[in-house]
């Protein structure tokens, strides 16, 4: 019964470990996508509108 606990334990950090591996693959990919784009049309950066103030800024990796 002990080995069993241990596997699905296994199982389950293995499973978490492979679904943060996919989104991060996902959320790189997105990131080289974007900045192909910029390259292409010659743009420095992505404008998004702040709710807040109104103003455009740049948007920042972290958004």
Do not use: C, H, N
Not at 10 to 34: C, E, H, P, S
């Amino acid at each position: 019964m002990p080995q069993l606990i241990l596997l699905l334990i296994a199982g389950f950090v293995l499973w978490i470990g492979y679904r943060k591996f996919i989104a991060d693959a996902q959320k790189l990919t997105r990131q080289r996508d974007q900045t192909r784009r910029e390259q292409q049309t010659g743009a420095s950066g992505t404008l998004v509108k702040d709710p807040e103030t109104g103003e455009y800024r740049l948007k920042r990796e972290d958004d």
